[in-house]
């Protein structure tokens, strides 16, 4: 998981494998209210030791290591204004 810069939503990759965005209630007992799933990150994203993803300092973009084999270029993929698909999905 991953907290956001301003320590009121927290990121995490469910048992789906789907990035999903829990909202934080601040105060004395750790609460969590909404969840919402962004994104698959099923082609993106492989368990491991080490952190595989990072938030952007202004929670609107993610940062994802994608392992490939070897003989296939790196490439980095990046999710922008995913917030902003989900309101206008959430609209209809």
């Given at each position: 998981?991953?907290w956001?810069r301003n320590?009121?939503?927290l ?7 789907e ?5 934080i209630t601040p105060?004395?007992?750790f ?11 099923n ?7 080490i ?14 290591v994608?392992?490939t084999?070897?003989?296939q270029q790196s490439?980095?993929v ?5 917030l902003q ?5 959430a609209?209809?």
């Open positions: 998981p991953a956001s320590g009121r939503e990121f995490y990759i469910s048992g789906k494998g990035m999903v965005s829990a909202d105060g004395a007992a609460g969590v209210g909404r969840q919402r799933t962004l994104f698959s990150v082609q993106l994203y492989r368990p491991a030791a952190p595989m993803f990072s938030v952007a300092p202004d929670g609107q973009r993610f940062l994802m994608r392992e084999a070897s003989s490439e980095i990046l999710a922008e204004n995913w698909t989900i309101e206008r999905q609209a209809k």
